[in-house]
């Protein structure tokens, strides 16, 4: 079992933090762009105004 340090990592695009790779993402790991679904609908608003 890998430790979370270990893990693959990348930046959210909206606020920055960066977030590890979870285990529903193993197929779709370089489409993930934000840390969560608040961030993603924060984004969908930026554009929208």
Do not use: H
Request: glycine fraction near 2%; include cysteine; proline fraction near 4%.
């Amino acid at each position: 079992m890998k430790k979370k340090r270990d893990l693959p990592t990348k930046n959210c695009q909206v606020c920055g933090r960066p977030f590890a790779w979870r285990k529903k993402w193993k197929n779709v790991w370089y489409d993930v762009k934000y840390c969560s679904k608040l961030c993603a609908k924060r984004k969908r608003n930026l554009i929208a105004e």
